[in-house]
């Protein structure tokens, strides 16, 4: 990480409790633009909560989170998840076709740039046709990715959507992860995988019980993780 550049995110002493639990003690961490930032550690470290913070799904209990300098809360909601898109670990679909589910962000989208989208995570224009409920798994994943792409984000967070996939799903979906951002945009990935880690993150986030315990690039930290 290019400690001159201007960070993706800053997290200054952030901290989060629900119901008594403490789930985030004092996080105080820089995530960067333009690259895979993995956060990792065992289950109930915080991973998700962290996550989901960044797009304000759920807001802390103190400390401070900011995107490109600006703080969170002053943000439309709205339109701070239509910059930061969620790829949540088990595929939620919305609609009843394929092509609908495309435009559940963009409405006016057209049947080109809708086969488009499919093509960048692997499926094929035909399916634009296909009733939601007869997919695959992999297949929902991967349309729940490109639904995420319909609206230009500048950021996808993806929470461990692989975890369930084949193999070829898995490689279908870090593609468009490393795709997406050689074309300028960034990711943020919770995996408890280190061989993911070490083919697709740029850097590393390191949570135990809450608390940050290690950040840096992701191969020196990605060798020691473990799920």
Known sequence: MNHGASPLFA???????????????RVTC??????CTALTG???????????????????????LRLHGCPLPGMDVLALRRRVALVAQAPVLLTERVLDELRTGRPGLGEEPAAALLDRVSLPAAMLARRTGGLSGGEAQRLCLARALAVR????????PMSALDAVSTHVVEQAARSFIGAGGSVVLVSHDAAQTRRIADWVIVLTAGRLTGTGPAGPLAVRERP
């Open 153 to 160: 984000p500048e950021v996808l967070l993806l929470d461990e």
């Open 42 to 64: 065992p289950s109930g470290a915080g991973k998700t909560t962290l996550l989901r913070l960044l797009n304000r799904l759920e807001d802390p209990d103190s400390g401070q």
């Open 30 to 35: 820089r995530l960067p633009a333009g690259a």
């Open 11 to 25: 997290l200054d002493g952030v901290t989060v409790r629900r119901g008594g639990a403490l789930l985030l003690d």
